[in-house]
Structure formats: structure tokens, C-alpha cells
């Protein structure tokens, strides 16, 4: 079994209860798939997976996951700009200053592939007002052109750890 091979699939092995078999659990848009897979029943720990990896593939050929865009588009219930993935931001470094002292920001942010999200500022002193929540607007809206791919909750869980540099890998090895 490999790592994608158990995504959605979860051991369920209680003895109290007597319950051992597969888990099965996948959420598209609101809606969750559930269904448990007994070795009992299927005939062993072996079979009760095969049963439930064919029952989430099946899940997920017929309710495939949102895309990056998709994703993207949500609006979340703390949206004060109007814009999804765009709002004005006080550095906070100037935050406690004076009025005329701070410093505003428009900022737009979009999803990475790997989870990681990207951000760029445009100063409301530079561009002015609208002229800052325009490039924001301009910059998310390219962004969002050239993402691809589907939206993966666990990107960030499963970030491969930086590998050593060469100078690094040589410190640590024995005798140098």
C-alpha cells in the first residue's frame, strides 16, 4: 500500500467493539461519502481493502475533487473587500501610529500547488486607492489563469522537507 493508495481510507481496530475492517471517507462540495468495510465480511484484512479503495475510486471518478479555480473562488464568510483572495491591509509595523503614519496596503493571495499560498502588496500611498485594489485585482486574476490542477487539502501536511545542501551533506558526514 502506498501513500495515495489509503487516501480517504482509514484502520478502524477496535476490540472492544469488535469492529475491524476499512473506513472510507471522502467530502465533495458539502457532501460526505462514508462506508465501512469489514474484514469480516469481505473476507479478510487484504480483500475489505481492495473493496474500499475500488469504493473511494468509484467515489472519486464520479464526484472528482474542485480544481485550483474552484477552490480558489470561495468566498469566505470574513470577506470585507467584496473580492475573493484581495483585501486592504495596515502594515503592522505602523499600525499604532498616527493615521497619516500608517501604511496601507491592497493585498491579493492565491493558492500555491503545494499548499503554500503566494502574496503581493500594492501601496495605497504609490498607486492610490483604487489604483491599489485594481493591480491587486489584476494580479490575483492572472494568477488564478495559470493555476491548474485540483485542490489537495493535505499539500501542506505532506511538503517534502528541504534535502541538504552539498556543503551540508559533506559537513555531516563522519571525517570531514
Not at 487516501?7 to 462506508?35: C, E, F, P
Amino acid at each position: 500500500m502506498t501513500r495515495g493508495s489509503v487516501y480517504g481510507i482509514s484502520r478502524v481496530d477496535n476490540d472492544a467493539s469488535r469492529t475491524h475492517g476499512w473506513l472510507v471517507t471522502i467530502q465533495r462540495r458539502g457532501v460526505i461519502y462514508r462506508k465501512h468495510f469489514s474484514d469480516g465480511v469481505f473476507g479478510g484484512k487484504r480483500k475489505a481493502f481492495a473493496e474500499a479503495k475500488s469504493y473511494r475510486d468509484e467515489i472519486i471518478a464520479n464526484h472528482p475533487p474542485l480544481s485550483m479555480q474552484e477552490y480558489s473562488s470561495i468566498r469566505k464568510k470574513n470577506n470585507r473587500s467584496g473580492v475573493v483572495g484581495v483585501c486592504r491591509y495596515c502594515a503592522s509595523e505602523t499600525r499604532d501610529l498616527p493615521e497619516d503614519k500608517q501604511r496601507w496596503f491592497w493585498v491579493a493571495s492565491w493558492p500555491l500547488p503545494d499548499g503554500r499560498r503566494k502574496r503581493v502588496k500594492f501601496s495605497v500611498k504609490k498607486y492610490g486607492e483604487d489604483g491599489a485594489f485594481q493591480r491587486a485585482l489584476e494580479a490575483r486574476e492572472d494568477a488564478l489563469r495559470k493555476l491548474g490542477g485540483h485542490f489537495d487539502p493535505g499539500a501542506v501536511r505532506r511538503r517534502p522537507r528541504r534535502s541538504a545542501t552539498k556543503d551540508e551533506a559533506e559537513a555531516k558526514r563522519p571525517g570531514a
